[in-house]
């Protein structure tokens, strides 16, 4: 089954087409055309109307079944495997054809899946879950409609549900109760969480409908609104004449499974189990997709006993609800591609993402850790630099001051004598005056007798304050001052104190 016709809109829904291709599988079948005994669906349809017919229409009905219809008109008849599926002529099914309204007007053929093969008129729009993850896969309409025009009220004609393809996931929506539609059910189908499973290693939830999906409306009154205007059947079965042109057809669980005991007790064979029967899906809960389920219906034909037509001993044919055949049509297993993506992003995605993103953390802490360390490191060791650098230079800085401070008792006076030259090129000393003895006596001036006297060599000098002293400076200076003002060549010797 594909989707075709298939159309985006801007309401965050999409529309298409079923294209359903049914093929016989050889190996899962018997001979298609083995002979097969059941039950003549068109005439208990019509006899089971009988009792409701005025006498007009039920003695037309019973003359014409006696000239045009006495060799088929039995309560069962004799067809192939192919022919029960996919159709065979029958004269109550033509005449209806013809006779019958368009909008209820029966195929011209009598088969049970008639009309199921190919692209189906049914034009379904559904939620694509673009803005809201709540209603994805969900219906939106169906054929324009927003419920089904099959029953009048809510919740029977309510079409919120999926079609099965995808459902809304349960680890957004927290919700236990998934619904699913599907045409030849004529309604939706409520599915319950039962439990968590693995489908090919791939992580999925177990839904099941719920034992109140066909209970009896005295039980479920939601199921009321499925009873028309008769009397609602017993726990176990469903009214879909709507959806069957109105014939007596209802809807059960494979071999009455899960419903009223007394439906079984007409016939042999019936061995309903839960393993074979039950209608099951599982659905990967992040992503909403099916990974395995089937829907598995039967469809029964309600007779009600006729019996003032006696043609072909039908008024013998005792009411009861008879089944017909049931149906199994869901996914078992994926296809590989599919399978792959799914356990990539199920399986892997959910822990190589936290891995990469916890590797990413980590790698960054320790890439800042280690900048961290390295600029820590630079900052000490450039500061312990600097400070060594600037204790040296305060050390020399320190030994330089005390040795110009201390050098003048360190290194022996120097003493320098200046003799001007005269202006015949000789020297003229000036007596009893030397350049040594201006500064020697100047600095004798301001300091104790004691220094200097060591600064003069140790000899004995007059004191500051005494005429002598005086008298010698004054003329040393007047001796200084005409050296000064000479512009002849000055002629340096020097003497060592």
Known sequence: MEKVNIQFHDNDTVT??????LRFAPELSVDKNQMLTVPNIP??????????LGSFWFNLLVTGLDWTYKDRAKPFVQITAQELVFGYNDPLVSLAHVFYPKGKRPNSQMGLLLARNGTLDEVSTVYTGLRSMERFGYIDKI???DHLPHWKTSPCNDIRASEGSFFPPRDITKSDIVHLYDKDLCRIMPLKYRKQVYKDSIKADLYTPPSSTFENADTNPDNKCYCLNE???PRGLQNISPCQYNAPVYLSFPHFYDAEPSLLEPFEGLNPTKEKHETYFMIQPTLGVPVEGFVRVQLNLKV???PNIGTNNI???PSMVFPIMWVEEGIQELTPSIWRWLFLATAVGPVLCPLTQYSMIIGGLLTLMYIFIKAYKSFVFTRNSIEIVELGRETLRRGSHLIINSSHLLIPLRETSYHILSESGGSTPSPGCHMS???TKKFSVNHSNEDASFLS?????PRADSPDTEDSMIDCKNSFAAFKSKTSILNFDEDSS
Do not use: E
């Open 304 to 306: 009600d006993r006729a």
């Open 315 to 317: 008024n013998k044919f």
């Open 16 to 21: 298409y087409q079923h294209n359903k291709i």
């Open 457 to 461: 060599g140790g000899s004995s000098s």
């Open 143 to 145: 054929n324009g409609l």
């Open 437 to 439: 003895d201006v500064f």
């Open 43 to 52: 005439l208990l349809t019509v006899t089971s109307f009988s009792p409701n």
């Open 231 to 233: 009397a609602c059947p």
